[in-house]
């Protein structure tokens, strides 16, 4: 089957948004296979770190993204997919503030999004993808059929995250998160390499103050009258 001929379905939006559980709960739903964009970011990010290449050498960056030896790992419902590095799970360590910040940085290099274009494009097997990232419509994928931005307000943003690092038994100032937040987000809306935003033909859905089901059924729903 020819790639472009195999359903996706992108679902962009900033960080905390719920991108990643939807996405999960959507692959699982439809029997597709998933793509975490944000990881290979986060996974750039952290190897570069461990092999001590700065965050501003970009020529390092490149090598690190084109080498990575990253492989994702299906789970039961309810629990994340493990992202595996180097034969490594570092599915709970990619998912750290401090690397969240380092994609972030990573990301608004264009070479280093040039090296790992196609390795995103080709996740795009049968049945079909869900896509999770911040700009899946945009360029990854800008045929895709079903293109969903999905949004929250920073402060709830801010108390999804900061609920989930009380559960793991990290305690963060929330403050704190919500600066961070605020200053992602203006790192990824204004940055020249694919900017944070909807694609022109994306439908926006905002999560504050839903339940993930909720969400769930209105993205369940696109993808039926698709």
Known sequence: MMSDVIPVVTVDGPGGSGKGTITQMLARRLGWHLLDSGALYRLTALAASR???ALNDEQGLVAV??????AFRPTPAGEPVRV???GEDVTAEIRTEQCGDGASQVAVIQSVRDALLQRQRDFRQAPGLVADGRDMGTVVFPDAPVKVFLTASAEERAQRRHLQLKESGVDVNIAH???EIRARDERDINREAAPLKPADDAQVIDSTGLSIEEVLSKVMALVSQA
């Open 65 to 70: 993204a084109r080498s990575l030896d990253v």
């Open 177 to 179: 998160l919500l600066d």
């Open 51 to 53: 092999q001590g290449v």
């Open 84 to 86: 595996i590095l180097a």
